[in-house]
Nanobody
C-alpha cells in the first residue's frame, strides 16, 4: 500500500492560485487518485479524482476552477487550484484508491489552503 505526502498549500488572496502536489511512496499505476478537502467538523468532500486511464471527475466544489492530473512515472498526482475564494479554505487531502485492483485505500496527512483578503 502506498504512502502519500501532500505539499503546495499556503495562504493566498481571493482570486489567487495554488498548485498542490501529492507524492506517493510506491507505485500509483493501479490506483485511482483523488483530492478531497475537509473543514473542521465535516467529512472530507470530493474535489476531483482521476482514474488509472486518466479519466477525470470533479466534485461540485470545483465549479470549473480546478484541474487534477497525474504522472505515473513519478508516482505523483497534482491539483491546480485557480480563482480561489474564502470558502475554499480547507485541508486538502490526497487519496489513493486501489480497491478495483485488489489494493487498499491510502490517505495523506493533508496540506492547508487558506484564502483570505
Amino acid at each position: 500500500q502506498v504512502q502519500l505526502v501532500e505539499s503546495g498549500g499556503g495562504s493566498v488572496q481571493p482570486g489567487g492560485s495554488l498548485a498542490l502536489s501529492c507524492v506517493a511512496y510506491g507505485s500509483i499505476a493501479e490506483y485511482v487518485m483523488g483530492w478531497y478537502r475537509q473543514v473542521p467538523g465535516n467529512e472530507p468532500e470530493l474535489v476531483a479524482h482521476i482514474t488509472t486511464e486518466g479519466f477525470t471527475n470533479y466534485g461540485s466544489v470545483s465549479k470549473g476552477r480546478f484541474a487534477i492530473s497525474r504522472d505515473n512515472a513519478k508516482n505523483m498526482a497534482f491539483l491546480q487550484l485557480n480563482y480561489l475564494q474564502p470558502d475554499d479554505t480547507a485541508v486538502y487531502l490526497c487519496k489513493a484508491d486501489g480497491r478495483y485492483s485488489g489494493n487498499g485505500i491510502a490517505w495523506g496527512q493533508g496540506t492547508q489552503v487558506t484564502v483570505s483578503a
